[in-house]
């Protein structure tokens, strides 16, 4: 793999990566981050002609090295030639819910796993030599018998009939997405690494609010529910998009990295925005920190032995992503929609 820049070592030859489900938050960062780094880049989304997928057009060396291919996860020969004559691939898409989930399979199950292996077996065929696929701290947080004293590390992850219990679709997705690219790349000679980034903030690329912005923006506008005080764990956007791309430089990254470098109480995170910001509702939280939160501390320790140094402090990534709403209007009342927390995040609502 090439070690700092989008050229084959030893070769001239410009490395050519696929990004999945490219119009989304991360990855349009990705995509910015990888054209800027000078690899040509095979993007793809599932309508190219969508308007909320235009952005990619518009980034810088977009005009020269990015080209676009219309692909769902679930459709195979879409994927393969989306991946053709790519070295490596960032497999990002998945689908990410608001709402409660009712179709498991349908809606979460289908894309993310047999989304995540049909990707994996086009790499095979196509000579990929090396993937980065996104998982989620989603994925590591919810396993009620990892010590409480114990911060969690790449060993810990969420319990499947725990989550199932408790109707975390999307939990249940991304751990077993997970697993069966790391039993994947234990099967084959391809070499695989996840990542599992932690509630992703900052601004946006794409003028599409997806689910950890709409955390932000409900705790910003203060919705009707009081929130217990559980800690957040919280990842700039764009140290994500440095942290995929030095998985897939660095020679040396094997199996899993969490990607969590700061955390919060819910109660602190509302402070912190009301003092720069003191014009906002924002949402009511409990004083006390719930004892039994299931969220505790992560560890980023073997990410941060890779060299991933993240760059942004926790304060200018909630203020950053504060300004973007407020450019974009999206902190105004909409007539008819109230503010909503997502239901993934009801375990801060439930009490
Ligand atoms: N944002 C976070 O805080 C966070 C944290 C940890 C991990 N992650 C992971 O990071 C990845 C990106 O998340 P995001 O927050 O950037 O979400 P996002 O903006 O909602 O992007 C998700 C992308 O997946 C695509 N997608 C969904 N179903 C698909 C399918 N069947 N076939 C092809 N593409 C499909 C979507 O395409 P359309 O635009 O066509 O719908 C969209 O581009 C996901 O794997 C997510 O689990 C996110």
């Known amino acids: 793999m090439a070690e700092g820049a989008g050229s084959v070592p030893g070769s001239r030859h410009r490395q050519n990566v696929c990004v999945t489900g490219a119009g989304g938050y991360i990855a349009s960062w990705l995509v910015k981050l990888l054209l800027s780094r000078g690899y040509a880049v095979h993007a793809t989304v599932r309508d190219p002609s969508d308007p909320k997928n235009a952005h990619l057009g518009r980034l810088e060396g977009a005009s020269e090295n990015l080209r676009l291919f219309k692909a769902d996860v679930l459709d195979q020969d879409s994927l393969a030639a989306a991946v053709a004559?790519?070295?490596?691939?960032?497999?990002?898409?998945?689908p990410v819910p608001t709402d409660k989930v009712l179709d498991p399979e349908a809606e979460v199950l289908a894309p993310a796993v047999q989304g995540t292996l049909n990707i994996l077996q086009a790499c095979s065929a196509n000579n990929v030599?090396?993937?980065?696929?996104?998982?989620?701290?989603?994925?590591?947080?919810?396993?009620?018998?990892w010590p409480r004293d114990r911060p969690k590390d790449e060993n810990c992850w969420s319990d499947?009939?725990?989550?199932?219990?408790?109707?975390?679709?999307?939990?249940?997705?991304?751990?077993?997405?997970?697993?069966?690219?790391?039993?994947?790349?234990?099967k084959t000679a391809l070499n695989i690494v996840t990542v599992c980034?932690?509630?992703?903030?900052?601004?946006?690329?794409?003028?599409?609010?997806?689910?950890?912005?709409?955390?932000?923006?409900?705790?910003?506008?203060?919705?009707?529910?009081?929130?217990?005080?559980?800690?957040?764990?919280?990842?700039?956007?764009?140290?994500?998009?440095?942290a995929l791309l030095l998985l897939y430089e660095k020679e040396g990254s094997i199996g899993r990295y969490i990607c969590a470098p700061h955390h919060?109480?819910?109660?602190?995170?509302?402070?912190?925005?009301?003092?720069?910001?003191?014009?906002?509702?924002?949402?009511?939280c409990d004083n006390d920190l719930d004892p039994?939160?299931?969220?505790?501390?992560?560890?980023?320790?073997?990410?941060?032995?890779?060299?991933?140094?993240?760059?942004?402090?926790?304060?200018?990534t909630f203020l950053d992503s504060v300004e973007y709403y407020e450019k974009a209007r999206l902190l105004q009342d909409i007539e008819g929609r109230p503010c909503r927390l997502p239901h993934l995040f009801h375990m801060a609502i439930e009490k």
């Not at 499947?160 to 234990?186: G, H, P, Q, R």
């Not at 299931?294 to 991933?308: H, R």
Request: aromatic residues 8%.
């Open 264 to 284: 919060i109480s819910a109660k602190d995170l509302v402070n912190l925005l009301k003092k720069a910001r003191p014009n906002y509702n924002y949402v009511n």
């Open 292 to 316: 039994n939160s299931i969220v505790t501390p992560l560890m980023s320790e073997k990410l941060k032995n890779l060299g991933w140094k993240p760059k942004k402090k926790l304060e200018e």
């Open 129 to 145: 030599q090396k993937v980065v696929v996104i998982s989620s701290t989603a994925a590591v947080h919810f396993n009620p018998n």
């Open 160 to 186: 499947i009939s725990f989550c199932e219990k408790n109707e975390d679709w999307y939990m249940v997705a991304k751990v077993i997405a997970e697993k069966t690219a790391l039993e994947y790349a234990d």
């Open 197 to 242: 980034p932690t509630m992703a903030l900052g601004p946006l690329l794409r003028p599409v609010v997806n689910v950890s912005h709409e955390f932000l923006i409900y705790i910003t506008k203060g919705g009707p529910t009081v929130m217990k005080n559980i800690p957040w764990h919280i990842v700039d956007v764009r140290d994500v998009a440095d």
């Open 85 to 94: 004559g790519c070295q490596g691939v960032f497999h990002a898409a998945c």
